[in-house]
């Protein structure tokens, strides 16, 4: 047996001072109802945190590694050992290639077992912090709670589970159905309604905010109503629109769109009469500011480049620059933050009169707001520097201004960054108290997100690499969250949702090239809808059948394979 508790429970029970014949006597009275009547041996148990150990090289002159002085796997993937035999395997068949070649024996060794190992090791990195973080996952229903260890890793999905034992994820579906008042059907969890104040969507699929790049003067086009409206259409629950300006010099680029103007105000309505028209789905806003990161460039010509012509002066939380071609800001006064204040509270008056169904305070990526919160962009000394809680002063007021004067039935949202993937960045516990704040200052969901603060960043990108994040704010702070980056299936979005990771699933790059994303992914569910345009319902059953057989080849292709090429399969799946 294993025994995991938290450093509090662990400091609390006294097991520091404890020897192993106390340690396990402790154990077996804690224990005894599980044990029915056995005895708890031991062989060595200490207490132990799970080392993690990696080594850039493995071999020196003639001395190489193995087993765990190499790399350890942590035990809750089981791993460990196969690793250490596997590379055991490689490294005699090696030498039995190279002979006395010791060098070239190693370096063959390590050329063949080193990227295998570390993806062993990265999927028990990722279930490490699962166990280390129980307590937030206790909290959860019995079957979800379940799902969660069955899915910690990441590599195992909704979809593959069911395959090896149906009635589990069937009865993960239907805990997930009730806990949300669906009593009489079972809905996949994307495709359940999901509340924000006076805002209903109709599915949990959201499209993230993506920049277009393509506005004049700051007013959005026939592309945007066509880009927008086609994702609408196509079926997601909420557009969240791209970075949208509170001012001329709070733009980014000069192809950014903007909310200050009423010209601008109309030209938003025609989007969002659109969307209200002809789908169900609803819309809401991002507002925000560049800050030091203004001025430059669109990304067609290269990312933070600065404008050489009709550009304008930077403001930020202090004069550091971004990087070094871009222009250091100017550290705001109290009449800058007075400015932008009230040009944050004309754009949600803007934004109501737009029709907009939410606004999304953009907090993150670096951009002004955010540039308050990171210690790494902020050297304040006054009030609005240092702790967490100075830090979050000026973002709050802008958010709390803007949720007086804003539509009260109508949701808010901020976006953050809880890494900023640098040394010395935002920490956990600045996260939970950002989060915190922001709860408290009336923010009905957050949109987690990561970096981008700084340039030297070095973000871990991999599948779904920032619902961990959503995960720690969601089930530490107790408010709903949207989760991006990297989620490319309806698989993983049902597995986010069911692993209460999230509540709502945004979806970036996989919606610029199909914005019939959600439709695909509701044939392959076979879940019908009710919200296909007329104009399109004759569509509906070929593209259903068409999905589905495309889903029956890939389960029989699953089924049918020798267990070595199955595990493969499955693993690229
Ligand atoms: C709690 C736990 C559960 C695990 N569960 C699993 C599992 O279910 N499945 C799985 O595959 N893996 C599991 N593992 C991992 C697995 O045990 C290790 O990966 C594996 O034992 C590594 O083998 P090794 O030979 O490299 O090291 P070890 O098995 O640690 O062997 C190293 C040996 O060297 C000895 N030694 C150390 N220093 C010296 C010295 N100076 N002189 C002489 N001898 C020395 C040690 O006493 C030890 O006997 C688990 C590990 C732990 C801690
Ligand atoms: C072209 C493009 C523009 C983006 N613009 C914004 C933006 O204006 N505001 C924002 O919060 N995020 C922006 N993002 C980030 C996305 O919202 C999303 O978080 C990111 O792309 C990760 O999700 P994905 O892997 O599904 O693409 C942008 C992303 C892309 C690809």
């Known amino acids: 047996m294993i025994f995991e508790c938290t450093p509090e429970t662990w400091e609390n029970a006294g097991f520091e001072d404890t020897n192993e014949a106390d340690t396990i006597q402790k154990l077996s009275e804690i224990f005894i109802e599980e044990l029915d009547g056995h005895e708890l041996l031991s062989n060595k148990s200490h207490w132990r945190q799970f080392p993690t150990i990696t080594n850039k090289n493995w071999h020196k002159d003639n001395i190489v590694l193995l087993g765990d002085a190499k790399a350890t796997a942590h035990y809750s993937i089981g791993s460990g050992t196969k690793l250490a035999m596997e590379c055991a395997i490689a490294l005699s068949d090696s030498i039995v290639k190279f002979g006395t070649n010791i060098e070239k024996a190693f370096t063959n060794y390590e050329q063949l077992r080193r990227n295998r190992v570390e993806m062993i090791q990265h999927a028990a990195g990722v279930s490490l912090e699962w166990f280390e973080n129980m307590d937030r996952h206790m909290q959860h229903d019995f079957m979800q709670f379940a799902f ?83 994702r609408a259409t196509g079926g997601v629950g909420l557009v969240l629109t791209e970075m949208t300006a509170v001012s001329q010099s709070g733009r980014i680029t000069l192809g950014c769109p903007g909310i200050y103007t009423e010209e601008q105000t109309l030209a938003w309505k025609k989007i969002t009469d659109y969307i209200h028209r002809n789908t169900k789905s609803k819309i809401g806003i991002q507002l925000g500011h560049s800050g030091r990161k203004g001025s430059v460039n669109v990304p067609s010509v290269g990312n933070n480049i600065p404008l050489e012509e009709n550009g304008w002066n930077l403001i930020s939380a202090s004069p550091i620059a971004f990087n070094k071609q871009m222009a250091v800001p100017k550290e705001m006064d109290i009449d800058d933050m007075n400015t932008v204040v009230a040009e944050f509270a004309n754009a949600a008056i803007n934004a109501d009169a737009a029709g907009f169904d939410m606004i999304e305070l953009q907090a993150h990526h670096g951009f002004l707001l955010a540039s308050f919160i990171s210690p790494l962009t902020n050297a304040r000394t ?36 809880a890494s900023d993937w640098a040394k010395n960045g935002i920490s ?14 009336g923010a009905d969901i957050i949109n ?31 408010i709903p969250t949207i989760t ?14 069911l692993n209460g990771r999230a509540d709502l699933v945004a979806l970036g790059k996989p919606l610029l090239l199909d914005p019939n994303f959600v439709r695909h992914a509701q044939a392959y569910e076979l879940f019908k809808t009710d919200d296909i345009p007329n104009q399109y319902v004759q569509g509906i059953a070929p593209f259903y059948q068409m999905q589905q057989a495309d889903r029956r080849e890939k389960e029989n292709m699953k089924r049918a394979l020798k267990p070595e090429t199955h595990k493969k399969v499955m693993n690229n799946l």
Request: charged fraction near 20%; glycine fraction near 6%; aromatic fraction near 10%.
């Open 448 to 478: 987690v997100s990561t970096g981008n603060t700084v340039e030297n960043q070095e973000p871990q990108i991999g599948r779904m690499w920032q619902t961990p994040f959503s995960d720690l704010v969601r089930n530490s702070v107790h």
């Open 428 to 441: 956990e516990a600045d996260v939970l108290a950002i989060s915190e704040t922001f709860k408290r200052a």
């Open 382 to 417: 006054d009030e609005f520097g240092g702790s967490i809680e100075n830090r979050l002063k000026f973002p709050i007021r802008v958010f709390t201004a803007m949720r007086e004067i804003f539509n009260l039935y109508k949701p808010m949202s901020v976006r953050i960054s």
């Open 148 to 230: 969660g260890v069955m899915t910690r890793a990441k590599k195992v999905t909704f979809e593959n589970l069911a395959l090896r034992d149906k009635s589990f994820t069937e009865k993960v579906l239907t805990e997930f159905n009730c806990s949300i008042g669906n009593f009489k059907v079972t809905v996949p969890a994307a495709f359940t309604a999901f509340s924000l104040r006076g805002m209903q969507l109709k599915n949990r699929i959201v499209m993230s905010p993506m920049g277009q790049y393509s506005a004049e003067n700051g007013l959005v086009s026939d592309w945007h109503l066509v880009h927008y409206g086609a």
């Open 484 to 497: 991006a980056g990297f989620i490319q299936d309806i698989d993983q979005i049902n597995t986010i949702l």
